[in-house]
């Protein structure tokens, strides 16, 4: 822009920014508005380029034929007059000379006649100069004129430029107005991303105490130290300083340390938010000692930490991992009071990362000597010595321990020696005093001191190891097989080529023994020591061939049941071929039940599955991933990955990988799942597994339909199917069917959506999916609302969650109620749409689905709408804008823009009575109209062109609205939308006579034609609301239009109702699925 023009701009935005300021009364800070707005001229007069290119090309077409009055007098000019002139003087002398004149005379009349030449040659160059300026002048004013130029320049400038910049500036930036003082709130405020990880934090951390080992009965012998450790908890409360109370319990193995930590977690459990216990297996035989990392992921994974921390562990080293865990791990747990229990504990720098430092919480340590942690530690530190137990403490475990009542006088001296013989030990002495009953205190006393110089525990172990038949032995030996984590019926069954029945006998009769403790329910784990006892006599009393085998039978059975139970979920997926049958499930609840109960099993004993069948290891792997998905257990999918990725073996490590990417997904992380995907669909093609490529393809193709990019979602899809078309991938086939209709559906082919959906539903219902019934039932009542079908759709999306109940899909569960709380709405009840997209958002945020919650607040915006509050409808919509952003998801992100520009536009509408004000949702209408083209999405951009034409037939750029309507129809037709054509055709008839070319009474004869016609043409998919507003339109066109009203379309309410564009109109083929 010329300097000279810039001052012209900046003249007219110092007035518009004035204007501005005086609107507001004040509140707008003038001076820090004309500074942006003078940093944004540049842009503002791109708007405005053509007109002012048109502008600078008169200019230099009149500075190319304008000269100046100093031009004229040049040699070229004057030259033949002044010669002239010069000559008759000289003539005018010589004559007077010759007539006798003399000589003062003849130059006298010589000197005349030269000034009259001169004079005379001056004023015909003057009088020929002064018109041609005034001609020039008069044609800079008339149309097309330089003048007339710059007006229409600064006009597009102030029109196209100005206004829209401070209609936008006045959206994001707030008035400036003296804040109110307002007191320190008590409780941190949280934004709409900190509300969805403190819900599910919230739920976490009151599931945690579930955890724990259960405690029964009264705890005997350790009252005081319980008492002391309530003590130091009372105090630190009582201080003024937020700080952890640190307790080490330290004591010898069997001392009851990890008991007595437990049991205070639950005693005091009403003063803290959750608790976690982490094995440190500081000192265990034959393993190393838990990392720091891994202690830290189980304790954000237990307290409710974001999940995908817990999924994605790859990508930097050990050490910078641990920083940034402990740093989440301390964060997280800033102000919130929590029990951890860090068992048998070595490293006093490991504790020290593991107490978390910003809060009341109650830190538990156990190990075998005292623990001297660092000093700099803000904390409150105990050291708490755990002993052997008192004669009466020892006393009152061997009576609740004893097998059966005993008969006979107290017998002093022997409870005194078998209390000595035990080592005053909790564990050895219930394992002892199991005994009696069956042995007199006598007895018992001689029976353990017969095994000579051994350790307390040892010898206790002897004992009730050498009560027991030959298969309660042959378990307790084999159960050393089962490594750490608790066990039931079924591993022991496995274990002993036995029936459950069996082994829950037997199970039993070892609990009762003390040998096995009991964690919750029919579930046992063998104590460090009892572990380490039965190893040791695995090892000597058992073939290596006869471990081996019941290794390989315990995850061959489980593998066995575990694809079963997954198979009564997603039926005959070609990942389980030939695996069918209940294997003795009643119902798929208690098959789930089963699973939830033993997938920590089932993780522990994938750790010890060296030379066990590959194939086996990759059956239950794969079960054990969909079950991780099917629950959101990203945490124990985490670990899987992991470890498959140490054994480093191909297959094994793709199955997880794919797994993992579908993970990703459902966090929302969705161009690291699609990385992940695409990377597993080119090691599935190089492996040439068909199978496995074609659904790695099908994930992809549905991370691509979530990303918004339809067209090679459908490539991707399509791919698939074409892999899948055996018989025996039909259930896969299946999943890419109903996932292509989905694609199809936001494409706008509903035609084909319901064609494939009923294809998927046949080959599910013969595969006996129920949840890939589930979610073609969902997808087709997407479909039906896009119809209008709305009691079509209701009766899917119920059948669709009922089956996610069935299956504990919560994911599947809140997705159904966001639909059916959307048909609601569509059934124009925004009531009861509101009540049901509330719970589906905290389902959704309880599930940490990111993608769900996006939608939900895009869906809740227009409930919101429809019910009146446009103001939160607004902050609704921009959140889902905000979000959909972050995923990347850019078809979501248009349809939030779509949405969030309409209701902004009327928001402004309904406060000034007019359209005028609508610069920002004209922007983001346009960027919503720009993604919609981008990703091919035909009926999104022809809606934007639609509200885009409203706004611009009330900012009086009827031509350009016009345009805009006739590209509408135009899209409209592409995809056979007659509903949508309907509108585009009548918001035509409303502008023709303002925009038609041959004025204003030919463009209402030719709008009264067409509304005619659009009357005529009468279909079953017409919106309502059109038959009545083309009624009124033909009516005002009947009485006349006046243009000094402008168009009147938006005041007379003739325009598409928020929910018009929701229901697409296009023709459907008898498809009933």
């Known amino acids: 822009m010329r300097d000279s023009h810039r001052a012209d701009a900046e003249r007219l935005l110092v007035r518009a920014v004035e204007e501005e300021a005086r609107r507001t009364g004040g509140r707008t800070d003038f001076g820090a508005l004309m500074s942006r707005a003078r940093a944004a001229l540049d842009t503002m007069a791109a708007g405005a380029a053509e007109e002012y290119a ?51 005379l003849a130059f006298g009349a010589g000197a005349v006649v030269a000034v009259a030449g001169t004079a005379t040659t001056v004023a015909k160059v003057t009088a020929s100069h002064w018109p041609a300026a005034h001609r020039r002048a008069a044609a800079a004013g008339q149309p097309g004129g330089a003048e007339q130029l710059r007006l229409q320049w600064l006009t597009a400038l102030e029109v196209r430029g100005i206004r829209p910049y401070l209609d936008q500036q006045r959206m994001l930036t707030p008035a400036s107005r003296t804040p109110k003082k307002q007191s320190a709130p008590v409780v941190r405020q949280l934004r709409g991303g900190d509300r969805s990880a403190a819900a599910r934090t919230r739920v976490v951390l009151e599931q945690s105490f579930g955890h724990l080992p259960q405690v029964e009965g009264a705890f005997t012998g350790r009252r005081t130290e319980l008492a002391q450790i309530a003590q130091w908890v009372h105090a630190a409360r009582a201080s003024t300083e937020t700080r952890p109370t640190v307790v080490v319990l330290h004591g010898e193995p069997g001392s009851g340390r990890t008991s007595l930590a437990v049991r205070a977690a639950h005693t005091l459990k009403d003063q803290f938010r959750g608790a976690c216990v982490v094995d440190l297996r500081g000192q265990v035989a034959g393993e190393s000692p838990l990392p720091t990392r891994d202690a830290l992921l189980h304790l954000l994974n237990r307290l409710g930490a974001p999940r995908e921390q817990l999924l994605f562990r790859e990508g930097a080293s050990a050490e910078q991992q641990v920083r940034r865990l402990g740093e989440l791990y301390h964060q997280h747990l800033t102000g919130t009071p929590v029990t951890v229990v860090l068992d048998d504990a070595t490293d006093a720098e490991q504790v020290r990362t593991l107490v978390p430092e910003r809060s009341d919480s109650l830190v538990i340590v156990t190990a ?13 530190v105990h ?8 004669a009466a403490g020892a006393e009152e475990l061997l009576r609740e321990v004893a097998e059966e009542q005993e008969s006979g006088p107290y017998d002093y001296p022997s409870t005194e020696a078998i209390v000595e013989l035990c080592g005053g030990l909790p564990l050895a002495l219930r394992v002892a005093g199991s005994a009696l009953g069956a042995r007199s205190r006598h007895t018992l006393a001689e029976d353990l001191g017969a095994y000579g110089p051994v350790g307390a525990v040892e010898r206790a172990l002897w004992l009730r190891y050498a009560d027991q038949g030959d298969q309660a032995r042959r378990l307790l030996r084999r159960l050393a097989l089962a490594g750490r984590a608790s066990l039931g019926a079924a591993a022991a069954a496995s274990l002993l080529a036995t029936d459950e029945q069996e082994a829950d006998r037997l199970l039993t009769v070892l609990a009762r023994a003390g040998l096995l403790t009991r964690v919750r329910g029919s579930r046992f784990r063998l104590h460090d020591l009892v572990r380490a006892f039965a190893l040791a006599r695995l090892l000597d009393e058992e073939e290596a061939a006869e471990r081996t085998a019941a290794q390989e039978r315990l995850l061959t059975n489980y593998a066995e049941l575990a694809d079963a139970v997954i198979r009564m979920v997603d039926g005959k997926m070609s990942t389980r071929a030939g695996q069918f049958g209940s294997h003795g499930f009643g119902s798929l609840d208690s098959a789930l039940r089963w699973l939830d109960d033993e997938s920590s099993f089932i993780t522990s004993a994938l750790r010890h599955a060296e030379g066990v069948d590959q194939a086996t290891v990759l059956h ?13 257990d990203l945490y124990r999918l985490g670990e899987i990955s992991e470890l498959t990725q140490a054994v480093d073996q191909g297959l094994l490590e793709r199955s997880v990988q794919w797994r993992t990417g579908i993970a990703a997904r459902q966090l929302g992380e969705l161009d690291k799942a699609r990385t992940t995907l695409s990377s597993v669909v080119g090691l599935y093609h190089e492996a040439q597994n068909d199978a496995g490529e074609a659904l790695a393809l099908c994930s992809l193709g549905i991370t691509l339909h979530h990303q918004g990019n339809l067209t090679e979602a459908a490539a991707r899809l399509e791919e698939a199917l074409a892999l899948q078309s055996s018989e025996a991938q039909a259930e896969d086939r299946a999943w890419s069917l109903h996932a292509l209709a989905a694609v199809e559906r936001d494409r706008g082919d509903l035609r084909r959506a319901l064609a494939l959906l009923a294809d998927a539903l046949r080959l599910h219902r013969e595969g006996e999916s129920l949840h890939g019934e589930a979610w073609t039932q969902f997808q087709l009542g997407q479909v039906r609302l896009r119809t209008g079908e709305v009691a079509l759709a209701e009766e899917a999306l119920g059948t669709a969650l009922e089956l996610y109940g069935r299956t504990r899909d919560g994911r599947g569960e809140a997705w159904a109620m966001t639909q059916l709380a959307r048909a609601r709405l569509l059934d124009g009840d925004p009531a009861a749409a509101l009540e049901g997209l509330r719970e589906a958002l905290a389902r959704h945020r309880d599930n940490e689905d990111a993608r769900g919650e996006a939608w939900t607040l895009y869906y809740l915006g227009q409930a919101l709408e429809e019910d009146g509050d446009t103001d939160q409808a607004v902050r609704e919509l921009e959140r889902a804008r905000t979000m959909f952003s972050r995923m990347r998801d850019v078809y979501g992100l248009a349809c939030a823009r779509h949405h969030s520009g309409r209701v902004t536009r009327d928001q402004r509408a309904a406060q000034t009575g007019n359209l005028r004000n609508s610069g920002f949702a004209r922007q983001l209408l346009m960027d919503a109209r720009a993604d919609f083209r981008r990703i091919k999405v035909p009926y999104g951009e022809a809606w934007a062109c639609v509200e885009l034409a409203l706004i611009d037939a009330g900012n009086g750029r ?9 590209e509408a129809a135009g899209l409209f037709a592409s995809y056979g939308d007659a509903r949508g054509g309907d ?61 000094e009203d402008g168009w009147q379309a938006w005041r007379l309410g003739l325009t598409p109702t928020p929910s018009a564009g929701h229901i697409m109109g296009v023709p459907l083929e008898a498809v009933q699925p």
């Open 958 to 966: 009827a031509a350009q609205a016009l345009e805009l309507c006739e």
């Open 368 to 380: 075998r000597e005292p623990l001297e942690l660092p000093e700099d530690l803000a904390a409150w």
């Open 54 to 104: 048109a502008y600078t090309r008169a200019l230099d077409s009149v500075a190319a034929g304008d000269r100046p009055l100093a031009e004229r007098f040049s040699r070229a000019t004057l030259g033949t007059p002044l010669l002239v002139t010069g000559v008759a003087a000289a003539a005018a002398i010589g004559a007077d000379l010759a007539l006798g004149a003399n000589t003062g």
């Open 983 to 1043: 509108w585009a055709r009548f918001l035509r008839c409303t502008l023709l006579p303002y925009a038609s070319p041959g004025g204003s009474e030919v463009g209402t004869v030719v709008a009264q034609q067409e509304l005619a016609e659009l009357i005529e043409a009468r279909h079953p998919a017409r919106d309502v609301k059109l038959e009545q507003s083309a009624a009124a339109l033909a009516v005002a066109l009947e009485r006349g239009v006046d243009l």
């Open 383 to 390: 050291q708490l010595p755990v002993g052997p137990l008192d």
């Open 620 to 632: 239950l792997l794969g079960a054990l991933c969909d079950y991780c998905l099917l629950r959101g």
